[in-house]
């Protein structure tokens, strides 16, 4: 089945250093790509998506590519700030047999340091 | 901007009780919820998805006797934990799909004593 592969963390950084969560998913058909964000204690929040190959996504100074031949959707930010710390998803949305379910990563806790 | 509205945000509850949780999108309407299981530290389990007027397709694994779905109308979706017991606590979170895409709850986090 559809599945989503995120890299573990907790990842650690310094204020304004460069953040890369790698991503990669396996999909039977052409899924979409979305990044949430989970800031501690509350509910989860669209970051960024994207709905077809090459499609990059960006907010709040993050992006993502959709590589469908790498199968990735890699989060980068230039530069980090302490606010940033949250923990951060990435799924998929296949929308086989009409079923429109979001599959999610494990997770990757981003603390980042002043 | 979508709001899915999610109550109640605590509860604590005896074993063996039931336990309701309610999902309301309040500003659009939802044909489509989905409801989540999330473990400390750990990524969101899609348990069932819901569909207003029809009966919830539940993810391998997830008893649907013990996990009540409800999808009455196109705004509010519920969840019945019944005869709830500890291994059931967790945090549980419901997603409403529209048009924009989909609208996360602010989720319930459920103890059983």
């Known amino acids: 089945g559809d599945s989503v592969t995120q890299m573990e963390g907790p990842v650690t950084l310094s204020e304004e250093a460069f953040l890369t969560i790698n991503c990669t998913y396996t999909?039977?058909?052409?899924?979409?790509l979305f990044w949430y964000v989970q800031y501690p204690g509350e509910g989860l929040q669209l970051l960024l998506k994207?709905?077809?190959?090459?499609d990059k996504g960006s907010n709040k100074g993050f992006e993502a590519t959709y590589r469908k031949e790498t199968t990735s959707f890699h989060l980068e930010k230039g530069s980090v700030q302490v606010s940033d710390s949250a923990v951060y998803f990435c799924?998929?949305?296949?929308?086989?047999?009409?079923?429109?379910?979001?599959?999610f990563g494990s997770g990757t806790r981003l603390l980042v340091r002043p | 901007g979508a709001v899915v509205s999610q109550h109640p945000s605590w509860v604590i509850c005896k074993s063996g009780t039931s336990v309701k949780i309610e999902c309301r999108s309040l500003?659009?309407?939802?044909?489509?919820m989905f409801w989540y299981r999330q473990f400390p530290k750990q990524s969101l389990m899609l348990m069932a998805t819901?569909?207003?007027?029809?009966?919830?397709?539940?993810e391998q694994g997830v008893e649907k006797d013990k996990f009540l779905i409800n999808h009455a109308s196109l705004t509010l979706s519920t969840l019945t934990v019944t005869s709830a017991h500890p291994e059931d606590s967790s945090f549980y979170i419901c997603?409403?799909?529209?048009?924009?895409?989909?609208?996360f709850g602010s989720g319930t986090r459920l103890t059983v004593v």
């Open positions: 997603s409403a799909l529209s048009v924009g895409g989909y609208t």
């Open positions: 999909a039977t058909g052409y899924p979409s």
């Open positions: 994207a709905t077809k190959a090459d």
């Open positions: 799924a998929l949305s296949d929308r086989k047999d009409s079923s429109y379910k979001l599959i």
């Open positions: 500003d659009f309407q939802a044909t489509t």
């Open positions: 819901s569909n207003e007027g029809s009966k919830a397709t539940y």
